[in-house]
């Protein structure tokens, strides 16, 4: 998985990048392999005015599936990249623990009809 990275009206240095990089490595650890892409946005909305201004927000596209977008805003960066990893992670963990269930409900009903004809 390699995280496409947007930045808008932020100076960030190689660091922060590498934050990024290694939160959503940790986050999305054991689903990665079943991810497609990501996308992630860094944006300042006020700019120089301060205030909760900044933004993050992470796009998912796993195949065969919606995307999962999550975006989350802050006074500080980081704790915004904080939140919409863990938000983003969980969604998509939510997501594949329905697939699982919805998959398992059809196992029983594919058994009933198999076994009427005898």
Known sequence: MKPKIIVRNLKLDQNTLNYVMNRLRYALDRLQQ?????TVRLNDLNGRKG?????CQIHLQVPGHKPIVVTE???D????????AHI???????MFKRETRAHRRQKPE???TEAEPA
């Open 73 to 75: 805003h802050g006074i």
């Open 88 to 94: 983003a992670a969980h969604s998509l963990d939510r």
């Open 110 to 112: 594919l058994l009933l």
């Open 34 to 38: 079943r991810v497609g892409s990501v």
């Open 77 to 84: 960066l980081l704790a915004a990249i904080d939140r919409a």
């Open 51 to 55: 205030g909760i201004d900044k933004a």
